[in-house]
T-cell receptor
Framework: GENVEQHPSTLSVQEGDSAVIKCTYS??????FPWYKQELGKGPQLIID?????GEKKDQRIAVTLNKTAKHFSLHITETQPEDSAVYFC?????????????FGRGTQLTVWP | DGGITQSPKYLFRKEGQNVTLSCEQN?????MYWYRQDPGQGLRLIYY???????QKGDIAEGYSVSREKKESFPLTVTSAQKNPTAFYLC???????????FGSGTRLTVV
């Protein structure tokens, strides 16, 4: 199956700075790459996603880039705020499945210091 | 509002007992999933179901069982065969055609 690696495992930034989380995947047939934010004691929430026919997608302070050739994708958060502090997970889809089992990275604990 | 509901939020179980975690969705999603989350381990797939009356083992199915008698419901039973059941359990669902999961708010199970 698919293997998703996520780095770094922890990330600390000052409020207002940018944060970047990177993921690599192993299966070139994967075609859907979502990012989730999980606050303490809650379930993960989808924050942005990208499909393999697109190289970049942006939603306000959050952007995701995808490099299919290198099989990696990244989450970029600009102008970070303390409420951005959470665990972030990347994921990649199971090839050929319209019901898309997702394979998750191990998560990045982001801390934004005021 | 549509969503996915897990209950209870907290659950305590004595060793040797089976316990069932509830997951219900009203999103008309076709597929449902159960994940286990332990500190520093990310999300590990236990079981998933893409259609009623059918389900597949995930990566850590031993000691767990599921059923999918209705499209809306996907309960997970943690059996006494599960050696280390204390964890945070997450249920998720998704629609045909792919797209992201919708997660429930989780059940924290503690074996006492």
């Amino acid at each position: 199956g698919e293997n998703v690696e996520q780095h770094p495992s922890t990330l600390s930034v000052q409020e207002g700075d940018s944060a970047v989380i990177k993921c690599t995947y192993s299966d070139s047939a994967s075609n859907y790459f979502p990012w989730y934010k999980q606050e303490l004691g809650k379930g993960p929430q989808l924050i942005i996603d990208i499909r393999s026919n697109v190289g970049e997608k942006k939603d306000q302070r959050i952007a995701v880039t995808l490099n299919k050739t290198a099989k990696h994708f990244s989450l970029h958060i600009t102008e970070t705020q303390p409420e951005d502090s959470a665990v972030y997970f990347c994921a990649a889809s199971e090839k050929g499945s319209t019901l898309g089992r997702l394979y998750f990275g191990r998560g990045t604990q982001l801390t934004v210091w005021p | 509002d549509g969503g996915i509901t897990q209950s209870p939020k907290y659950l305590f179980r004595k060793e040797g007992q089976n316990v069932t975690l509830s997951c219900e969705q009203n999103l008309n999603h076709d597929a449902m999933y159960w994940y286990r989350q332990d500190p520093g381990q990310g999300l590990r797939l236990i079981y998933y179901s893409q259609i009623v009356n059918d389900f597949q083992k995930g990566d850590i199915a031993e000691g767990y069982s599921v059923s999918r008698e209705k499209k809306e419901s996907f309960p997970l039973t943690v059996t006494s065969a599960q050696k280390n059941p204390t964890a945070f359990y997450l249920c998720a669902s998704t629609r045909r055609g792919g797209g992201g999961y919708t997660f429930g708010s989780g059940t924290r199970l503690t074996v006492v």
